[in-house]
């Protein structure tokens, strides 16, 4: 099994990565007889980011979100450290797989999948081990209406309440998600589900991503970067507080087991609060480059992918196979892959990433002939995982073992 509980760095240069040439060219060397995408995970790197979470989190457990990893080998693997503990899914159907694993998966998104919830009301395993998410009883009732609740297990329930913040003068800030915002709306639907026969309220869920998914360093943009940090840090003073009120008011309904926060980006803010008992990160493990941009923490970039120069359409140019897997998220130049190396490369303005072919151009281009390899970080985690089907794990320069990923073992969840 992959070993990420080891130290956070097992070779004689600490941060091989701070050196790109020799980082990246030892990468190209080890996946040089791999037929293009290539993707790879640098193992002291996955063990660079996974210690340093851990670390940033202070002592308060860290939850994997599966969706920024797609790694059944890695989920595992991140078990075994010390200071994480459980799976913060992204579908119901997931979860149920990778409850054959893990004794404790949170299904981190309402579901309306009927065949996956009767799967998980007819089988005790299961229901003891999967939590289902909610913000609203009209979900409770699409349950019983899939399986009445004298003919099911009992279903364990975490609600996910809203972390956005109400600015007087910016407005709303934070992601449309739950319509729970105040201590009675959250209080008044932990009663509705403690009341209903078949469910069993267990846990919370406030997810600030307007702090944890928002960067702010991002180099050239200061006047921004000032103002995003004046944001998040008064956006977690008043959630801290409002989220306290929350879990006092849900501590007269139920004995909560769990109340989940936070985000790779928001680590260390999350971790300050007292009423929060665990952290959910992924994307930091892998890093994509979206994670460069933020002033608290640098993730070392554990996962990129190699492509092939299969083409040169005029001086200065040279084109790869692939690469124009965009991240969700605003459409813009932050959702596209970066050029990790040969440095002075760049994207043409006109053309972008393509899902076939990829043009280049800048100093480095006119040099590469069909055959070199050009590495990439996509801005996430999951575009990448979700377009190959493995990945090759590179130890001291060299593949050490092949990780599938979901798409590998012939899951697609989403």
């Not at 004794?103 to 999967?130: C, F, H, I, K």
């Not at 970066?338 to 440095?343: T, V």
């Amino acid at each position: 099994m992959l070993d990420l509980a080891a130290g956070a760095i097992a070779c004689p240069d600490a941060e091989p990565w701070l050196n790109p040439d020799a980082y990246w060219a030892s990468l190209t060397g080890a996946v040089a007889g791999i037929p293009a995408p290539a993707a790879v995970l640098e193992l002291n790197a996955l063990r660079w980011n996974t210690h340093d979470l851990v670390r940033r989190a202070a002592g308060v457990p860290l939850r994997i979100a599966s969706k920024s990893l797609r790694v059944r080998g890695v989920l595992q693997s991140l078990q075994q450290v010390p200071g994480i503990s459980g799976i913060l899914a992204f579908t119901l159907a997931e979860a149920l797989w990778l409850a054959r694993d893990f004794d404790d998966v949170v299904v981190g998104y309402p579901t309306a999948d009927r065949e996956a919830l009767r799967r998980l009301a007819g089988d005790e395993l299961l229901a003891s081990r999967v939590t289902l998410m909610v913000d609203g009883e009209e979900q409770l009732d699409l349950i019983d209406a899939v399986l009445p609740p004298a003919s099911r297990c009992t279903l364990r329930i975490c609600l996910d309440a809203d972390a956005s913040w109400r600015s007087r003068l910016l407005g709303f800030i934070g992601t449309r998600r739950s319509p729970l915002q105040t201590p009675a709306q959250v209080a008044e639907l932990g009663r509705a589900v403690a009341s209903r026969p078949g469910f069993r309220l267990v846990g919370l869920m406030m997810y600030e991503a307007q702090v944890a998914g928002v960067g702010n360093a991002v180099p050239g943009a200061a006047v921004r970067n000032r103002l995003m940090r004046l944001v998040q840090d008064r956006s977690m003073a008043e959630l801290t507080a409002r989220r306290g009120r929350i879990v006092q008011a849900l501590g007269e309904v139920a004995n909560l087991e769990f109340v989940n926060g936070g985000g790779t980006g928001s680590v260390e803010a999350t971790a300050a609060d007292p009423a929060v008992t665990e952290i959910t990160a992924g994307s930091g493990i892998f890093a994509g480059h979206l994670f460069n941009n933020y002033r608290s923490f640098s993730p070392a970039p554990a996962a990129a992918v190699a492509l092939d120069v299969v083409r040169r359409p005029g001086p200065g140019f040279a084109t790869v196979l692939g690469g124009g897997w965009i991240a969700s998220g605003p459409p813009g130049s932050s959702r596209v892959p970066q050029i990790a190396w040969p440095r002075g490369l760049r994207l043409l303005p006109r053309e972008g990433a393509g899902e076939v072919q990829t043009p280049l151009a800048g100093p480095a281009a006119g040099g590469l002939r069909p055959g070199d390899r050009v590495w990439l970080r996509h801005a996430k985690s999951g575009e990448l995982s979700e377009r190959v089907n493995e990945f090759h794990l590179v130890r001291d320069g060299q593949v050490a073992a092949v990780l599938p990923t979901y798409r590998g073992e012939g899951k697609a969840f989403l």
